[in-house]
């Protein structure tokens, strides 16, 4: 007996690859609008690059919302290529492109006080990350103990240093610490109230990781005589980090941001450097753009590293494999 909506072979290893069932011949397939061609194809591969592993946080849009979102990106793109034009033309008004400001980029005095701040602002990041990291380890193990006197000052620590604004905290250790007696290096000054504020943001990412597994790991471990600790270091832990190693490269790009607040303390890092040239050589606009040329090669170099992580240790799915789309058919 046949019928219209009779399954197209293969049916069942379609559903094990996580890819929606197809019927033949329902709905019938249309080139104009479901493939496709041309700039629209090229378009949408860009925006499926762009958007990566987030396609299953949310339902594929359809031909009308893939329409809708190819006219607002050339949209946008108009009308920042407007922007950027009416600015360099501003710029050229004012002699703000003029050679003789760009010049002093390319000569060896400049670039090597530029790449001095650059290693100032670097140094202050893997210090930085190299003590936070480790210390917010410990306060997501604390958190997650279960005793009540590590538990509860590990969560008020966390909830009080994500609410305190960093630049409250290096005011603080500057002319608080002076107050009490206590004199810092301006590197420390700097560097520890980094490291307290971000640490409580590792702290969380770690705890979201070991939550984030499923529950049936902490059942096969007790259920092979592991301990709590022993569970949590052997079994929950590794996983968490290997699952949050991109968000992790991620929150360091948010520490590099963060070293820009040297100025407050006098430190010589990258954007303090430019502030200075800028001032000294009467070119303030040119020493940000070129600055803010470096910071964002560096952002993009930590931003491949992050993705690089991410395809190295596969994906956001961990252990369990990948999360399947809303929507997918599954086997048992």
Do not use: C
Not at 293 to 318: I, M, P, S
Request: hydrophobic share 50%.
């Amino acid at each position: 007996m046949t019928s219209s909506l009779r399954e197209e072979p293969d049916v069942r290893s379609a559903a094990a690859d996580d890819r929606p069932v197809r019927y033949a011949g329902f709905p019938p397939k249309r080139p104009g609008r479901d493939a496709p061609r041309g700039l629209r194809a090229r378009l949408s591969g860009a925006l499926d690059r762009l958007d990566g592993d987030d396609v299953p946080l949310f339902d594929e849009p359809g031909p009308r919302g893939r329409r809708r979102i190819a006219i607002a990106t050339a949209v946008s793109l108009a009308l920042f290529a407007a922007l950027v034009a009416v600015a360099t033309q501003r710029f050229a008004a004012h002699g703000q492109l003029d050679p003789a400001k760009w010049r002093l980029f390319v000569e060896w005095p400049v670039i090597r006080y530029l790449l001095v701040s650059l290693w100032a602002t670097v140094r202050v990041t893997l210090v930085s990350g190299a003590i936070a990291l480790p210390l917010g380890a410990l306060l997501a193990l604390a958190r997650l103990s279960g005793t009540a006197w590590l538990s509860r000052p590990a969560g008020l620590y966390v909830e009080v240093m994500r609410a305190v604004p960093l630049l409250l905290l290096i005011y603080a250790f500057l002319l608080g610490l002076p107050a009490a007696g206590l004199r810092l290096p301006l590197f420390w000054q700097l560097v520890w109230p980094i490291v307290l504020t971000n640490a409580a943001v590792f702290a969380e990412i770690f705890r979201s990781g070991v939550l984030a597994l499923p529950a049936g790991q902490t059942e096969a471990a007790h259920a092979l005589g592991l301990g709590g600790w022993q569970t949590m270091r052997l079994v929950l832990l590794p996983q968490a980090v290997r699952q949050t190693a991109p968000a992790l490269v991620s929150q360091l790009v948010r520490l590099l941001k963060d070293s820009t607040l040297g100025y407050v303390v006098s430190f010589l890092e990258l954007l303090n450097a430019a502030k200075v040239l800028g001032e000294f050589n009467h070119t303030i606009i040119q020493s940000y753009l070129v600055v803010a040329l470096v910071y964002v090669v560096v952002n993009l170099v930590l931003a491949q590293t992050a993705a690089r992580l991410e395809r190295r240790l596969g994906g956001r799915g961990g252990p369990a494999g990948p999360v399947p789309s809303p929507g997918t058919a599954t086997t048992v």
